[in-house]
């Protein structure tokens, strides 16, 4: 017989990039007292990554849970950005409702839409809380009716349109259920929580259940597996098997090392856990996403939804350039092999191949962002390695057509800049199918664009829009291929031979175009020092010095005035590299290079072109 569990609620907090949701979790953990009134407790502690902390993002969904007038709350705090979309998707799967959180000026946004369809397809239980009302610009009412707009346009149930909403500001630490109430504290959110998210509903004498939706790793203990139990009840040392809803064939024996519960930011071992509690396994060596563990007199599978296929791929390869092996800690094919392989045990949208040469593999993501953190965090990790250009991966259709990953891209810019976007996207293979009034004299644009259009844009729009613009892209599936493009219209400054770069040589070399590099950087023949603005690569000395005579003095070099190079971050790196070039990552350098160093055979190859 099914019971609800009345001391216990599940939900997950979703929302676009940047519209609070982490900070509304820090609000919601210090009013239910996890932490001491005099306990120190840094800014959007659920970000525990330090990229997330830097970034201001978050990249994995991580649990957590308070407790409100006897009642535990499991909390799910999810990523915003469109390339993390596959955490989302099945952290859904664990609970009964969502918080929807929009910002009070934005409203909602692309990634609104994409997470609130996903809850709404699964049936979910929705409160919208409208965050940030204490923004000066702030327009809470029309926030209202656009979020109600976008929910019919979902088709969303009389019962979801019926939903509570919420008014908050969550840096401000307070709730309230109308915007003329006096905001106090979070009691309004927390109260609403109670009355509208249903409990959890499950057999508690059936057959154990639990699907595992989420997978940590620990040195220690090695995978983790995080589900929500949906019938009976799991103990720990107790006998179970493992199956999968896509592999039928899938039946393992396992038996449950331990067994933890969540409170506040810590994990809880606890010896037996019940029906609709969210728990952490350990003791399971081949433990996936998808799996579900059940009684071995009943082992049935629970379905879960098919994660998403990566779009965009790059070769992670060994660094063999004439300064390798001088900064990294790792440096060999299988430094480089167990790490990529050991991603894979937390995250389920990357994939890793080998390819013909032991030292090169081939990488696939859902998009530039998501294999950009992952070679961050190699890079503080103290690997040394080269990558290629993105590129994106192609299907073919039964008769065999050339099909590529498309995106809708949302662009909003002040309106003097709305000709340069969509010139450039056009020239990119992108169609506009339409163009908003959006909040405070901004244009809206919507355009249908093939991924590698995308690629190495982001940087040429902020150029372009000189930091006003806001673009944001959501995966369209797949269709017919586009046509070729360009990716870049500019030729590369390269190194003519190796040494030590020196002013006089910087200064000759700098009309030629901009510099990447400063005086004293290492180079070598075939390193990419700069930008050309012609589209052929142009070959300079930089190390070249001045022949010193009785005339010629050396002090007369101290007027030379050079300007400042450019320093590019690791994004702005990738999206530079051209077909023919490779970005070398170390934990001190990034240094982009030709894959053919000779100069000669560089030529050879260009003219078999």
Known sequence: MKIKREDVRNIAIIAHVDHGKTTLVDQLLRQSGVFRANQEVQER???????????????????????????????????GHADFGGEVERVLKMVNGVILVVDAYEGPMPQTKFVLQKALELDLDVIVCINKIDRPEAR????????LELMMDLDASDKQLDCPFVFASARGGYAKYSLEDEGVDMSPLFETILKHIPAPEGDPDAHTQMLISTIDYNEFVGRIGIGKIDNGSLKVNQECVQVNHHDPDKF??????????????KRVEVQEAKVGSIVAVTGIADLHIGDTICS???????????????????YFMVNDSPLAGQEGKYITSRHLRDRLFRELNTDVSLRVEETDSPDCFKVSGRGELHLSVLIENMRREGYEFAVSKAEVLYKYDERNRKLEPMEIAYVDVPEEYTGVVI????????????????????????????????????GEFLTDTKGNGILNTIFDGYSEYKGDLSYRQTGSLIAYEAGEAITYGLFNAQERGALFIGPGTKVYAGMVVGQSPKSEDIEINVCKTK????????SA???????????????????????DELLEVTPKSLRIRKKILDSMLRKRASFKK
């Open 557 to 579: 070099d101290e007027a030379l005035k050079l300007t400042p190079p450019r320093i590019m971050s690791l994004e702005q790196c990738l999206d530079f590299i051209d077909t």
């Open 45 to 79: 502690v659920m970000d525990s990554n330090d990229l997330e902390r830097e970034r201001g993002i978050t990249i994995l969904s991580k649990n957590t849970a308070v407790t409100y007038k006897g009642v535990k709350i499991n909390i799910i705090d999810t990523p």
């Open 423 to 458: 010139q450039k996207l056009t020239s990119r293979k992108g169609a506009l199918q339409g163009m908003s009034q959006a909040a405070g004299g901004y244009s809206r644009l919507e355009f249908s664009i093939p991924s590698r259009g995308l690629i190495g844009y982001r």
């Open 296 to 314: 071995p007199e009943n082992p049935e599978s629970i379905p879960f939804q098919k994660i998403s296929e990566p779009t965009i791929a790059m």
């Open 547 to 554: 022949k010193l005579t009785n005339t010629r003095s050396s």
């Open 140 to 147: 809470p009412q029309e926030v209202i009716d656009e979020t």
């Open 252 to 265: 393992h024996r396992i038996k449950i090392g331990k067994l933890y519960e969540f409170d506040g930011l």
